[in-house]
């Protein structure tokens, strides 16, 4: 590992990571679109005081966003104060904090794949994998998290502080996101490259040694 290879390995990764912004700039709608039922999925799986009644995909001045609409599907006591089954309540966030995930994820496996060259289907795997559970932990966490902190800050300004789920929201929103990915794409690095040595893969000249 020398300064030569890091130069040439950034070199690739500000690359891919402009024509993976392109991309994300031409296709995101699309990307937005795939991913809603695996959203709507996980919402179903996190929550059950709520019932999704509509997630789509939306443009609001001039942004694209995910929007859902929430009914309430039992009633709530919190504090003494009662949330009757049935009321609706909305929520959004933007469609690019869900693109962020695969720049920062694939802009570096790409970037060591073609500097190493070994086993390209274990990174790709991997880091669709990765993709699926960064996404599935932010989207669906901070539609739900933004409703939660609505209703919750309504009844006492201090409740969101005690919430599990407005803390996670909150922290993905404060760079959480960034993190989440970054720790996803390193440990996969990693692994593929440990997984290179202990099978004995002669070393070319762009593997580290």
Same mark, same amino acid.
């Given at each position: 590992?020398?300064?030569?290879?890091?130069?040439?390995?950034?070199?690739?990764?500000?690359?891919?990571?402009?024509?993976?912004?392109?991309?994300?700039?031409?296709?995101?709608?699309?990307?937005?679109?795939?991913?809603?039922?695996?959203?709507?999925?996980?919402?179903?799986?996190?929550?059950?005081?709520?019932?999704?009644?509509?997630?789509?995909?939306?443009?609001?001045?001039?942004?694209?966003?995910?929007?859902?609409?929430?009914?309430?599907?039992?009633?709530?006591?919190?504090?003494? &104060? +009662?949330?009757?089954?049935?009321?609706?309540? $909305?929520?959004?966030?933007? =469609? %690019?904090?869900? *693109?962020?995930?695969?720049? /920062?994820?694939?802009?570096?496996?790409?970037?060591?794949?073609?500097?190493?060259?070994?086993?390209?289907?274990?990174?790709?795997?991997?880091?669709?994998?990765?993709?699926?559970?960064?996404?599935?932990?932010?989207?669906?966490?901070?539609?739900?998290?933004?409703?939660?902190?609505?209703?919750?800050?309504?009844?006492?300004?201090?409740?969101?502080?005690?919430? &599990? +789920?407005?803390?996670?929201?909150?922290?993905? $929103?404060?760079?959480?996101? =960034? %993190?989440?990915? *970054?720790?996803?794409?390193? /440990?996969?690095?990693?692994?593929?490259?440990?997984?290179?040595?202990?099978?004995?893969?002669?070393?070319?000249?762009?593997?580290?040694?």
């Amino acid at each position: 590992m020398n300064s030569t290879w890091w130069l040439k390995f950034s070199g690739w990764l500000a690359l891919i990571y402009v024509v993976l912004l392109l991309l994300s700039l031409i296709a995101g709608q699309y990307y937005g679109k795939l991913m809603l039922p695996y959203y709507r999925w996980s919402l179903a799986l996190i929550t059950t005081d709520y019932h999704v009644t509509d997630l789509s995909l939306i443009t609001r001045q001039g942004q694209s966003q995910f929007a859902a609409n929430f009914e309430l599907h039992n009633p709530r006591v919190i504090q003494g &104060t +009662l949330i009757p089954a049935g009321r609706v309540f $909305n929520s959004s966030t933007l =469609l %690019g904090h869900a *693109l962020q995930h695969p720049l /920062l994820i694939f802009s570096p496996l790409l970037a060591w794949w073609l500097m190493v060259r070994q086993k390209p289907w274990r990174l790709l795997i991997g880091g669709l994998v990765a993709l699926m559970c960064v996404e599935l932990l932010d989207i669906p966490f901070v539609l739900l998290g933004s409703i939660e902190d609505f209703v919750l800050v309504n009844i006492d300004p201090l409740l969101p502080a005690h919430s &599990t +789920l407005v803390s996670w929201m909150n922290f993905l $929103n404060g760079g959480g996101r =960034l %993190g989440l990915s *970054l720790c996803a794409a390193a /440990l996969l690095l990693y692994q593929h490259q440990r997984s290179i040595k202990m099978r004995g893969y002669p070393y070319g000249p762009n593997v580290i040694p």
